[in-house]
């Protein structure tokens, strides 16, 4: 299902352009419940599917579309959600958040391709830390957090979707901004010094510097690696700055003709490697002061798609 209106659309009817309209509000919404642009497109089919199954007698009923298809949208999220954990312990490996792609280099202009209303919203909700985060709530948390923090709806509203008192649905939403709260470190860099600290390190490992990369390492950062079994990953996290140095000088060796790329990934500076034109790595990053805290490197191909088709 493309993310690109279809060219016909503005000389459709008003209320079905109406109706499509609400399909970039729906995929920002999916994208951040499941972490996946290609599970939030499936929801948003499922979700049109359904309004399309009804009589137009009951369409025409609806007062509001756009609420209508919310509902439903976050009602089919819920209902993945709450299967997601007994699939993920069927995953090989640790589960990554599918990177959102942006190719523009960090030092050049707004992207001029395509329609600028039809990118996902890149804001702080969806980047990677905060996705992480995201995933480690109860679905109902996660559900109340984002309908009310990040799309600003009532918790009356809330209440509806997920099955609880609003009083509940506050709970639910206070609890996930604990949860978030709590995750938080230092106060993270400006993009341009975080752009700089990233920039150093693809320089520090395309040179497979161990030395200099330690140096921008926090000592307790952790690197995680999703292969999804598809391709060679490590398995496990791996923590400590000189042993996250050491992998990595290790993959520069072993890879030479590695190209890196610097991209935006989920709103923020990250890196891209590829081999032969092909993407086979994203890494997204957390900065905290001067030094790197974290690394979330996404290569399962499935997981890729949008990077190297796009």
């Known amino acids: 299902m493309s993310m690109h209106p279809e060219p016909e659309e503005s000389r459709l009817e008003p209320g079905l352009r109406a109706v499509l309209s609400e ?6 919404l999916a994208y951040r419940f499941l972490g996946s642009l290609a599970d939030a497109e499936d929801v948003v089919q499922e979700t049109y599917t359904r309004w399309y199954a009804m009589s137009q007698e009951r369409r025409d009923a609806v007062a509001s579309p756009g609420g209508w298809l919310t509902r439903v949208a976050s009602r089919v999220c819920l209902d993945l959600l709450g299967s997601a954990r007994a699939r993920r312990e069927r995953y090989v490996g ?10 523009m280099e960090w030092t050049s202009g707004p992207s001029t391709t395509g329609d600028p209303a039809d990118r996902i919203t890149l804001d702080e909700s969806v980047n990677m830390a905060f996705l992480v985060v995201l995933d480690s709530m109860t ?3 996660r559900v109340a957090f984002i309908l009310h923090d990040v799309f600003h709806y009532s918790f009356a509203e809330i209440a509806e979707i997920v099955g609880r008192s609003p009083a509940a649905s506050r709970q639910l939403a206070s609890s996930a901004r604990r949860r978030i ?6 106060p993270a860099p400006a993009t341009a010094r975080r752009a700089d600290v990233v920039r150093d390190f693809k320089q520090a490992w395309q040179a497979k510097d161990i030395d200099a990369l330690i140096g921008l390492l926090d000592p307790d950062a952790t690197t ?3 292969g999804g079994g598809l391709v060679s990953a490590q398995l496990r996290p791996v923590t400590g700055g000189e042993q ?3 992998v990595f000088a290790d993959v520069a060796g072993k890879a030479p ?5 610097e991209r935006t990934v989920n709103g923020q500076p990250g890196l891209v490697a590829q081999q032969d034109g092909v993407t086979v790595s994203v890494l997204a990053f957390d900065v905290a002061g001067e030094r790197i805290t974290h690394i979330w490197a996404v290569r399962n191909p499935e997981k890729l798609r949008p990077w190297t088709t796009g």
């Open 257 to 261: 003709d590695l190209t890196i790329l």
């Open 244 to 246: 996250i140095a050491r």
């Open 23 to 28: 399909r970039r509000q729906l995929i920002n």
């Open 94 to 103: 640790e589960w990554i958040p599918e990177p959102l792609p942006d190719r």
């Open 224 to 226: 995680i690696a999703d």
């Open 181 to 186: 709260h709590d995750a938080q470190q230092a």
């Open 139 to 141: 679905p109902a948390e």
